[in-house]
C-alpha cells in the first residue's frame, strides 16, 4: 500500500498517517519531520531550508526531493504513506515518474479539506512530540497525562503570522497538486472537520477496495 496525504497545514495529515500506521503497518514517510531533523542535526540541507522554514515559505523542491528520495528509497519503495508531499506540481511529477521507474505507483492520494478557520484553531493550539513527531491539540487530542512535558513542544511556524503565511502559499503553490492528481484518478477529497475517529473512519471507507488488495 503506498498513499499520500493531502491537504492545507493544519488539515490533519499528522495525526491520520499515525493512525493508518498503526492499522496498517505502514511507514510514515514525512518530509516536514525529515525537514525539522535535519535543523536540530545542523546539517547543511538543515541549514539551507531553516530559513524557508521560519519564514513560511515552501522549501525549494530540489531540497524535498533529496529528502523524500532517500526516505522512499530506506523503505523499499512500498509501505508507506508520504505525509504533507508532494507539495508543488514539480514536486508531483517527479513523484510519479520516479515512482513509476520502480513499478510503485502511489495507490491514492487522500486530500483533507479543512476551512481556513479550522486551520487557525488547529495550529494555534497544537503542539509536537519532538521525539516521535506525533501531533495534539490541547483542546481536542491532548497529549497523553503520562508524557513528559518536557517532549511536548510548540512548532516555531504555528505562530498567527507564520500561519497565515503558510495558508497563502498553500493556496497559491500547494492547491493546484490536487487537479493534478485528480486528472490521474487517484485523488479521493474526504472532510477532514471533526472527530479525529470519524475523519478516520471516512478515510478507512475511502481506501477500503485498497485494504482489501492487501488481503490477499
Known sequence: MRLALFGPPGAGKGTQ??????RFGLDVISTGNLIREAIQEGTDVGRSVEKYVNAGDLVPDHLVRDLANQAMAEHKFDRFILDGYPRTTTQAKWLREFLDAYKAPIEAVISLKVSPEAVVDRLSNRRINKDTGESYHMIYHPP???LDPALIVRRSDDTPHAIKARIDVYRRETQPVEE????E???IE???EGEVSDVFNRILSSIEHI???ELV
Do not use: W
Open 17 to 22: 498517517s499515525m493512525l493508518l500506521k498503526k
Open 144 to 146: 497523553p497525562s503520562d
Open 180 to 183: 493534478f492528481f485528480r486528472s
Open 185 to 187: 484518478g487517484i485523488l
Open 190 to 192: 474526504i472532510s477532514g
Open 211 to 213: 485494504a482489501e488488495l
